[in-house]
């Protein structure tokens, strides 16, 4: 059972929740709650204890040395609160790795602390690679299986059906309770969704800024999505073939309808990724 400290009171409260791993293109989704533990200085309050839902030959402890002595350090999820933000409104962070096992329970416990803190509503993140240009606005979509929250916030349900991440799970979860979630994802360009995307993460940070209705500091990062963006586009130039499959996918972008506008589109995308994703772990010779 997760230890929560006294963190007292929260000002209307919402819960962002990213994970690494599955549900983590371009490391887009996990960064942005970094990003945010960052600018806002969040404190971490609690976490999950790592025996109850991690395998550590998946997940290996790392030593590290703090203060002259060396320590093992579990990798796991933890709870973060940041408070007096931009906001106007406090923020549970929780950041981590998707979980190796009981996810069931792994959720019921972040609902928990959800329900604990006065939580709200609860918006999970996650970043998939699809067959986007990395040259065009990263397409971010949201959505909502409550009603009323899809109306608060011009947003769509979600029609995508099978294997979901972690993300789902907790999104479901929060469902449950009768906490109002939102589910973003960005699309990140497969041929460049294996090294962190700080495109991607800027489009989820300003997906954020318009859902919570203020202003998040990007610092850095605006400058980092633009150099991201020069270094394909070098990469793009030296292979004539990378050159020409960015510019249909350029084309494709211009001249359709926007993915960005549409979440089925994403969704659509999602499901393409999952089949490459069976392919490659079957490979040729598979079912």
């Known amino acids: 059972m997760i230890e929560l400290e006294d963190i007292g009171e929260l000002r ?20 942005v709650v970094e990003h945010l533990a960052t600018v806002w200085g969040a404190d971490v309050v609690a976490a999950m204890d790592p025996e109850d839902y991690y395998d550590f030959q998946v997940n290996r402890p790392r030593v590290v040395v703090e203060g002259g002595k060396r320590r093992i350090s579990w990798r796991t999820t933890r709870i973060l609160v940041a408070r007096d933000t931009p906001l106007g409104r406090d923020v549970v962070l929780v950041q981590g790795v998707e979980p190796s096992f009981r996810w069931r329970a792994f959720a019921i416990e972040l609902m928990e602390v959800a329900e604990s803190a006065g939580v709200g509503a609860v918006v999970t993140l996650g970043a998939l690679m699809a067959d986007v240009a990395h ?100 990469l793009a130039a030296s292979d004539t073939e990378v050159a020409e499959y960015v510019e249909s996918l350029e084309e494709a972008q211009d001249t359709a309808e926007l993915p960005e506008a549409s979440g089925d589109a994403i969704a659509k995308e999602f499901e393409r990724y999952l089949r490459r994703r069976g392919t490659d772990e079957r490979g040729p010779s598979g079912p």
């Open 12 to 31: 209307d409260p919402v819960m962002i929740v990213a994970f690494e791993g599955w549900n983590d293109a371009g490391e887009a989704a996990s960064s």
């Open 135 to 234: 040259s065009r606005p990263i397409p971010v979509s949201a959505t909502s299986d409550s009603e009323d929250t899809r109306h608060r916030h011009d947003l769509e349900m979600s029609t995508y059906e099978g294997p979901t991440g972690i993300v789902g799970v907790v999104a479901d979860a929060a469902t449950q309770v009768g906490i109002p979630s939102i589910s973003c994802w960005a699309a990140v360009p497969h041929y460049a969704g294996h090294t962190p995307s700080p495109k991607a993460t800027a489009a989820l940070l300003g997906r954020l800024e318009e859902l919570l209705d203020g202003p998040i500091e990007h610092g850095e990062l605006d400058e980092d999505a633009r150099a991201w963006e020069r270094g394909i586009d070098e």
